[in-house]
């Protein structure tokens, strides 16, 4: 959505909104430099980071609240659970919002006038138009562009590699529960020093986040960031899941990215307003507002 505002394709945006959780691989925030440097620099469109704070530092801070990721849980009874996800709404949602007040020159806790509202845009293509949901607050409105274009994720990577973006990453923490084999593998595989940061706080967090075991709330359990609820060094990441043969056989259309890139985990990602479970897909990371 970006590219296609500065090349005139659609109306230009004033500011494009980054949610950093603090915790993006190494290759997402190259990335956002290079959008900021080629892309957005040029056309006079500022990219603005946005953060509550750095995930990762939060959940091993005794002294920092910290809202919850989705770990897998192993009871003490052997039963599974999950702890409940409320990382998107602290570390995504919230900060933007927050920076939307600002922009529109009523911080909180300012009372915002009905007719002043963001025109904010969500990049959600036709894949997955159920996504398309209209936003919580009046003084800002949810567009879908992509939707409207009637792109297809193909579209996209078609464009973006006219573009010479092939390689761009999705968003998503670097320890996100919600990774699939293919994105542990990436990690892995590409990234030694990201995978010993992600195996060393699987670890950290076997008994639960840092201030809820300060507070005395403490997990009655264990808890994992893979599905199979076994320390991450462990974790059978090589084994290819149904659920991942039904995404790759999604994916792998005349049009759409190969193999390569299927395994290298570029269907997973993390957005404010396109959140998955387990077994759903997601979209980018960026909202752009007028």
Same mark, same amino acid.
């Given at each position: 959505?970006?590219?296609? &505002?500065?090349?005139?394709?659609l109306?230009?945006?004033?500011?494009?909104?980054f949610?950093? #959780?603090?915790?993006?691989?190494r290759?997402?925030? &190259?990335?956002?430099?290079?959008?900021?440097?080629? %892309?957005?620099?040029?056309?006079?469109?500022?990219?603005? =980071?946005?953060?509550? !704070?750095?995930?990762?530092?939060?959940?091993?801070?005794?002294?920092r609240?910290?809202?919850?990721?989705?770990?897998? /849980?192993?009871?003490?009874? !052997?039963?599974?659970?999950?702890?409940?996800?409320?990382?998107?709404?602290?570390?995504?949602i919230?900060?933007?919002?927050?920076?939307?007040r *600002?922009?529109?020159?009523?911080?909180y806790?300012?009372?915002? @006038?009905?007719?002043?509202?963001?025109?904010?845009?969500?990049? %959600? &293509?036709?894949?997955?138009? +159920?996504?398309?949901?209209?936003?919580? /607050?009046?003084?800002?409105?949810?567009?879908?562009?992509? %939707?409207?274009?009637?792109?297809?994720?193909?579209?996209c990577? =078609?464009?973006?590699?006219?573009?010479?973006?092939?390689d761009?990453?999705?968003?998503?923490?670097l320890?996100?529960?919600?990774?699939?084999?293919?994105?542990? =593998?990436?990690i =892995?595989?590409?990234?030694?020093?990201?995978?010993?940061? /992600?195996?060393?706080?699987?670890?950290?967090?076997r008994? !639960?986040?840092?201030?809820?075991?300060?507070?005395?709330n403490?997990?009655?359990?264990?808890?994992?960031?893979?599905?199979?609820?076994?320390?991450?060094?462990?974790? @059978?990441i090589? +084994?290819? #899941?149904?659920?991942?043969?039904?995404?790759?056989?999604? *994916?792998?259309?005349?049009?759409?990215?190969?193999? *390569? *890139?299927?395994?290298?985990?570029?269907?997973?990602?993390?957005?404010?307003?396109?959140c998955r479970?387990? #077994?759903?897909?997601?979209?980018?990371?960026?909202?752009?507002?007028?």
């Open positions: 959505m970006l590219a296609l &505002s500065t090349q005139g394709l109306p230009k945006v004033d500011y494009a909104i949610a950093d #959780t603090g915790w993006e691989p290759a997402v925030y &190259s990335h956002l430099d290079r959008l900021e440097r080629d %892309i957005a620099g040029p056309a006079g469109i500022p990219i603005l =980071r946005v953060s509550s !704070g750095n995930i990762r530092a939060d959940a091993l801070n005794p002294d609240r910290f809202a919850s990721m989705p770990l897998y /849980v192993l009871n003490k009874d !052997g039963k599974p659970g999950m702890t409940r996800r409320q990382c998107t709404g602290e570390y995504k919230k900060p933007i919002k927050k920076k939307v *600002e922009i529109l020159g009523y911080p806790p300012a009372r915002i @006038p009905k007719d002043v509202f963001a025109e904010q845009w969500v990049g %959600i &293509s036709t894949d997955e138009f +159920h996504r398309a949901k209209d936003a919580d /607050v009046k003084y800002m409105r949810n567009r879908h562009p992509l %939707i409207d274009m009637g792109w297809s994720r193909s579209d990577v =078609r464009y973006l590699t006219s573009l010479g973006l092939a761009t990453p999705k968003s998503s923490c320890g996100c529960p919600f990774h699939g084999n293919a994105q542990w =593998r990436s =892995r595989d590409n990234s030694p020093k990201e995978w010993e940061d /992600v195996v060393a706080f699987d670890a950290a967090i008994k !639960g986040n840092a201030r809820a075991n300060a507070t005395g403490r997990l009655l359990g264990e808890a994992f960031l893979h599905r199979s609820r076994v320390p991450l060094s462990e974790a @059978p090589d +084994h290819v #899941t149904a659920s991942e043969w039904a995404a790759m056989q999604q *994916e792998l259309t005349a049009d759409g990215p190969d193999l *390569e *890139e299927w395994e290298q985990g570029v269907v997973d990602g993390c957005s404010p307003w396109a479970g387990e #077994t759903d897909q997601m979209q980018g990371d960026f909202g752009l507002a007028s």
